[in-house]
């Protein structure tokens, strides 16, 4: 079967880094996607990997690990509008988005 | 640009009754997608579309049917609702297959069968 896990929860500290990762076993692999989820609305693209390595764009970093199953989302300067969901997804051999349930990022003061 | 809009916003349904939701995009993109969302649950693929004139099946397709006859719209049918359904649903659209084209998604349509 396929899965992609992510942690449920987390929170950090405004100002502060956090991590989020999301771990992999699907059939094929064409690359990998973060999106953005605020309460109540749709989800927005982030990033995608394709190759191992780090992908910087302004505060958000993107890194995959493609013979780990493995990725991570980094969050730099933490700020309250960065509170949301972050959603990882897999493009599978069919080229079909596999999705994780998301992390929910709580940002505090 | 609208992007991807999606209609009606909410709608609560009784057990039975049907509806279509009604999905829009204005970038000409081939490939559009619905998808139900669920709490602890990733986004599923309802059924999907490679351009006009086709649909395909996804991952939880039962209960669903969907059109595509024109290429800005894609409808997606319930034609006999179960609670089973209450969910939030998105529509996304892409410009192609490629393994890196981000989707563009619509802002929800919220159902809730009683």
């Known amino acids: 079967g396929q899965n992609i896990d992510q942690p449920t929860e987390m929170t950090a500290t405004e100002g502060a880094i956090v991590q989020i990762n999301c771990t992999y076993q699907t059939s094929g692999f064409n690359g990998l996607f973060w999106y953005q989820q605020h309460a109540g609305e749709a989800p927005t693209f982030l990033s995608y990997n394709v190759l191992d390595g780090l992908e910087e764009k302004g505060r958000f970093s993107s890194f995959l690990s493609r013979s780990k199953g493995y990725s991570y989302l980094l969050l730099k300067e933490l700020q309250m509008k960065d509170s949301a969901s972050y959603l990882c997804?897999?493009?599978?051999?069919?080229?079909?988005?596999?999705w994780g349930a998301g992390t929910k990022l709580i940002i505090k003061p | 640009n609208a992007g991807v809009t999606q209609t009606p916003k909410f709608r609560v349904l009784k057990t039975g009754q049907s509806m279509t939701l009604l999905c829009a995009q204005d970038?000409?993109?081939?490939?559009m997608y619905w998808y139900r969302q669920d709490p602890g649950m990733g986004l599923r693929l309802i059924h999907y579309?490679?351009?006009?004139?086709?649909?395909a099946k996804g991952e939880v397709p039962d209960g669903y049917n969907v059109s595509r006859l024109k290429k800005q719209n894609f409808l997606l049918g319930l034609e006999s609702a179960a609670p089973s359904q209450t969910s939030v649903y998105f529509c996304?659209?892409?410009?192609?297959?490629?393994?890196?084209?981000?989707?563009?998604f619509g802002p929800g349509t919220r159902l809730t069968v009683l």
């Open positions: 996304a659209s892409t410009n192609g297959q490629g393994a890196s084209d981000e989707q563009f």
């Open positions: 970038m000409n993109h081939e490939y």
């Open positions: 579309s490679v351009g006009e004139g086709t649909t």
């Open positions: 997804a897999v493009v599978d051999s069919n080229y079909q988005l596999i």
